[in-house]
Structures are given as structure tokens and as C-alpha cells.
């Protein structure tokens, strides 16, 4: 076997890191485009896909075929079809579509990770601003953002829907929790609770209708407000869900101490981000990500469990507990003394 050492291997590698947008363009061009929508129904030849989507001759097989050797098409004789990965999170008709966070990232991660220079160089956000006044103007965008962001965190809600200390208590508050998936969830779970979500006053309306869809309106409200500055509701259980990774450390410490305030003696404060390891050495897409979050917020990275460990304990929590919640993500759970 050739030595990871060896020239050769350490040029490939090199080569794979700078080709890596080869592959994500694939993708986010296969989504614009339609392809695996119109898959949805079934195998196609190329000639019925192309038909379908009408996409050029010329690139067309090229991108068939490179999505097939990256996993996501499969090919049986002349025949596509979707491969199970695509089935479950490109078909616009499967609660786990992710096809809209994609185009999110297609449309404005992409083009601002190519300024990354200009970050580098200046220290200034490259996408967007830090105001959500322009973005709430437009409610089809709200509304498929949203849905894409919930999609993208069906693996997050899965997991926290089972976190076993849910019988121990009768009521929380997602803080900062959009239109109310993850509330919904957890509340449609766990029946003896009430639930809240937290969030800035656009969003009630979308918060609204979501509750409706889940049949859940009964038992989840909304609270309307900022955070960082009006009163937040009382509660057995409060989460930040990739809240802190949006706000510098003042404001990361601001925001843990009202949140031990707004518990009830006894309560727990559940946090998860893409946390760093504690020496900086990965994980890898942490890492990425916080260079991502800078790109697109001023104050915004991701941050290591020992910083967290000490917001929360200036803060006044008395027990600090971390543990894996998805292949992404790690959770904090902060607990208040009795």
C-alpha cells in the first residue's frame, strides 16, 4: 500500500480539497434543474430525463453520470433512478426534503465563500446583514427557508424529541425557535407539556400556520420579542438552538444569564451548535462552519464546550454536562439548582 507520506498522495489530496466545489455544483445544479424531481416517479433514460428537464445534450450525460459515481443517482442498463440518500431529502414530497437549503446555499453560501479573501483580509461579513428586516419582507421566501431550515434539522429534532429528563418537567420554550418546528415536535412527543417558541414578532404568523399544520396550536404559543433585551418567559426547560454561534461572546454571555434567570429553580438550559473541540484540532466541518458563520454574521463562529462551560458557569448554572446528539452536533445541558 503507497505511504500516506508519499508525494503522490499528498498532491491527490491537495487536488480533492480545491476540486471539492466540482461536487457541490453537481448537486445544486442537479436540484435547480429538476433532475431528481423528475425521478420522483420513477427510472428514466437519458433521453426521457433530458426530455423532462430540458437540459442540453451537450452536459447532459456528464451530469448523470457524475451524479451516479458520487452515490446520489443509480443506473440499471440505460435507466436512472433516484438512490435512497435522494429519495429521502430531494423529493419535494418527503417531510426530510432539504432541496430548498440547498438552493440557500447554492444562491448565498456559495457566492460568499468565494470572498473569503476579502473576510480574511477585512474582518467583514461578505453576505447579507445582521438585520432580518429585509428577509421578513418576503413571506414565500420565509416560509421555504423555514422549511428547508427544519428539514435540514430533522436529524437534531430526532434526537431531542427522545432526551430522556422530558418527564421530569411540564413546560418549555424554544428560544429563538423560528416558526416552532422543534416545539411542535418535542410537544406532539411528550404530551404532558406545554411548549413555547420565542422568536422576533415577523414570524408569529409563520409560527401560526405551522402549528396548525402539526395540529399542535393548543399546546405551543408564541412569545414575541428580542432576546438580548425584552423579558422571556418563565419555564422548566429553555433551548438555544444554533442560537449562540450567531452573537459574539458578550452576547453569548448576556444570553445564558438571562436564561438561567427566566428557569425555574431545578430547570435545565439545553444548547447545540457544531461545537470545536476544546484544543482547536476539529472537528473539520466545525471549523468550516465557523469561518461560514463569519462570512454571513459579524459577531458569528462556532465555539468550544470549555467557552460554553464558562458562560454557564458565570452565569450561575450548577451542573454542566456535553454529549454527541448527531454526527454534527454535541449538546449542552445546563442544569439550575433547585
Given at each position: 500500500?503507497?505511504?500516506?507520506?508519499?508525494?503522490?498522495?499528498?498532491?491527490?489530496?491537495?487536488?480533492?480539497?480545491?476540486?471539492?466545489?466540482?461536487?457541490?455544483?453537481?448537486?445544486?445544479?442537479?436540484?435547480?434543474?429538476?433532475?431528481?424531481?423528475?425521478?420522483?416517479?420513477?427510472?428514466?433514460?437519458?433521453?426521457?430525463?433530458?426530455?423532462?428537464?430540458?437540459?442540453?445534450?451537450?452536459?447532459?450525460?456528464?451530469?448523470?453520470?457524475?451524479?451516479?459515481a458520487?452515490?446520489?443517482?443509480?443506473r440499471?442498463?440505460?435507466?436512472?433512478?433516484?438512490?435512497?440518500?435522494?429519495?429521502?431529502?430531494?423529493?419535494?414530497?418527503?417531510?426530510?426534503?432539504?432541496?430548498?437549503?440547498?438552493?440557500?446555499?447554492?444562491k448565498?453560501?456559495?457566492?460568499?465563500?468565494?470572498?473569503?479573501?476579502?473576510?480574511?483580509?477585512?474582518?467583514?461579513?461578505?453576505?447579507?446583514?445582521?438585520?432580518?428586516?429585509?428577509?421578513?419582507?418576503?413571506?414565500?421566501?420565509?416560509?421555504?427557508?423555514?422549511?428547508?431550515?427544519?428539514?435540514?434539522?430533522?436529524?437534531?429534532?430526532?434526537?431531542?424529541?427522545?432526551?430522556?429528563?422530558?418527564?421530569?418537567?411540564?413546560?418549555?420554550?424554544?428560544?429563538?425557535?423560528?416558526?416552532?418546528?422543534?416545539?411542535?415536535?418535542?410537544?406532539?412527543?411528550?404530551?404532558?407539556?406545554?411548549?413555547?417558541?420565542?422568536?422576533?414578532?415577523?414570524?408569529?404568523?409563520?409560527?401560526?400556520?405551522?402549528?396548525?399544520s402539526?395540529?399542535?396550536?393548543?399546546?405551543?404559543?408564541?412569545?414575541?420579542?428580542?432576546?438580548?433585551?425584552d423579558?422571556?418567559?418563565?419555564?422548566?426547560?429553555?433551548?438555544?438552538?444554533?442560537?449562540?454561534?450567531?452573537?459574539?461572546?458578550?452576547?453569548?454571555?448576556?444570553?445564558?444569564?438571562?436564561?438561567?434567570?427566566a428557569?425555574?429553580?431545578?430547570?435545565?438550559?439545553?444548547?447545540?451548535?457544531?461545537?470545536?473541540?476544546?484544543?482547536?484540532?476539529?472537528?473539520?466541518?466545525?471549523?468550516?462552519?465557523?469561518?461560514?458563520?463569519?462570512?454571513?454574521?459579524?459577531?458569528?463562529?462556532?465555539?468550544s464546550?470549555?467557552?460554553?462551560?464558562?458562560?454557564?458557569?458565570?452565569?450561575?448554572?450548577?451542573?454542566?454536562?456535553?454529549?454527541?446528539?448527531?454526527?454534527?452536533?454535541?449538546?449542552?445541558?445546563?442544569?439550575?439548582?433547585?
Amino acid at each position: 500500500m503507497e505511504s500516506t507520506d508519499s508525494p503522490e498522495v499528498g498532491l491527490q489530496q491537495l487536488l480533492d480539497i480545491a476540486t471539492g466545489f466540482w461536487r457541490s455544483q453537481v448537486l445544486f445544479s442537479a436540484v435547480e434543474c429538476g433532475v431528481f424531481g423528475a425521478l420522483v416517479d420513477g427510472p428514466a433514460t437519458l433521453a426521457e430525463l433530458q426530455e423532462r428537464t430540458g437540459l442540453h445534450e451537450r452536459a447532459v450525460r456528464d451530469l448523470l453520470d457524475s451524479l451516479g459515481a458520487l452515490g446520489l443517482l443509480l443506473r440499471e442498463g440505460d435507466r436512472y433512478r433516484n438512490s435512497p440518500v435522494t429519495e429521502r431529502h430531494l423529493d419535494p414530497k418527503q417531510p426530510g426534503y432539504v432541496g430548498g437549503f440547498l438552493m440557500f446555499m447554492s444562491k448565498s453560501l456559495y457566492p460568499a465563500w468565494g470572498r473569503l479573501p476579502e473576510l480574511l483580509r477585512t474582518g467583514h461579513l461578505q453576505e447579507g446583514d445582521d438585520s432580518f428586516g429585509e428577509f421578513y419582507r418576503d413571506p414565500d421566501r420565509v416560509r421555504g427557508f423555514m422549511s428547508a431550515m427544519d428539514s435540514a434539522a430533522a436529524a437534531v429534532t430526532a434526537e431531542l424529541v427522545k432526551w430522556p429528563d422530558w418527564q421530569r418537567y411540564q413546560n418549555f420554550v424554544d428560544l429563538g425557535g423560528a416558526r416552532g418546528n422543534l416545539a411542535g415536535r418535542i410537544a406532539l412527543a411528550h404530551p404532558h407539556l406545554k411548549g413555547g417558541c420565542f422568536d422576533l414578532p415577523p414570524l408569529e404568523p409563520f409560527f401560526t400556520e405551522h402549528m396548525a399544520s402539526l395540529d399542535t396550536a393548543d399546546r405551543v404559543v408564541f412569545h414575541g420579542g428580542d432576546f438580548r433585551s425584552d423579558p422571556l418567559p418563565e419555564a422548566d426547560v429553555l433551548l438555544f438552538g444554533h442560537v449562540l454561534h450567531d452573537w459574539d461572546e458578550d452576547a453569548r454571555r448576556l444570553l445564558v444569564a438571562r436564561a438561567h434567570a427566566a428557569l425555574r429553580p431545578g430547570g435545565s438550559l439545553l444548547v447545540y451548535d457544531e461545537l470545536i473541540d476544546d484544543d482547536r484540532g476539529g472537528p473539520a466541518r466545525s471549523l468550516l462552519m465557523s469561518l461560514n458563520m463569519k462570512l454571513v454574521r459579524s459577531g458569528a463562529s462556532e465555539y468550544s464546550a470549555a467557552e460554553a462551560r464558562e458562560w454557564l458557569a458565570e452565569a450561575g448554572f450548577s451542573e454542566v454536562g456535553v454529549q454527541e446528539l448527531t454526527a454534527t452536533e454535541r449538546l449542552i445541558v445546563a442544569r439550575k439548582a433547585d
